[in-house]
């Protein structure tokens, strides 16, 4: 565990979870999909890592960073057709190569038992995202699941937070946002909400520096720290 709990706010009543990174590790599927749509105009694999090292902004941030890295960047409306195009393909691998992230299924379940209110918020699209939940059998223990697309302004826009927290009626500073980038750092601190790190994901920026309350090793220890936490109160 790599923690300082003195920074870790007030036990929570809210913990809301990133997706991708955070509790599965999707990035083989979007690789495929993402060389899927390259070989579909005839240009050359991405790695596993280069792909890797796109996700978190968006599909359509996604689709642009490939074609940029493939040497064929796209006009607006170019995108827009491949963004169309991938989401197409996406939907054939949502749960092919994608696993959960260590701990996950432990810890959405410890928290859930203990009386957190739980939710997902994401850049993916509203209907992937509960696709993706419902293949790993975690949706019963969420109250609130938000997608890139049911808000205007995607993370790191303070937006989904915002929705997801509305919905559970619970104030930010009494929420824990829980994922593994500044994209989550960024959102979470323009909603107000505290923020764990969790390494493992896919940040393009060393955690460590990112200045996040929490950093943990895995999602394991979350539990365990608020469990702490709750008895030292």
């Known amino acids: 565990m790599s923690a300082d709990t003195n920074k870790l706010p007030d036990a929570p009543r809210a913990i809301l979870f990133d997706l991708d990174g955070t509790l599965v590790d999707s990035a083989p599927d979007i690789a495929a999909s993402v060389n899927e749509l390259l070989a579909g105009r005839d240009l050359p694999p991405l790695s596993l890592a280069q792909v890797k090292s796109m996700i978190g902004n968006g599909l359509k941030k996604l689709v642009e960073r490939a074609f940029a890295a493939s040497q064929t960047p796209l006009t607006k409306a170019e995108l827009e057709d491949a963004s169309a195009e991938m989401a197409a393909i996406y939907r054939n691998h949502l749960t092919e190569l994608t696993e959960l992230m260590p701990g996950a299924q432990e810890t959405i379940a410890q928290l859930h038992v203990a ?20 293949h790993f059998g975690l949706t019963d223990r969420l109250g609130v699941i938000v997608g890139g697309d049911a808000v205007s302004h995607m993370k790191p826009a303070p937006d989904s937070l915002l929705l997801a927290l509305e919905r559970l009626g619970v104030e930010p500073a009494m929420a824990l946002m829980v994922g593994d980038s500044v994209t989550d750092f960024e959102a979470a601190r323009a909603a107000g909400v505290p923020v764990a790190l969790v390494r493992g994901g896919y940040s393009k920026v060393p955690i460590d520096d990112l200045g996040a309350d929490l950093v943990c090793e895995s999602l394991l220890d979350l539990p365990a720290i608020l469990r702490q936490r709750e008895n030292a109160a």
Not at 118 to 132: F, H, Y
């Open 115 to 134: 009386g957190f209110a739980l939710g997902v918020v994401t850049n993916k699209p509203q209907v992937a995202t509960r696709q993706i939940l419902l």
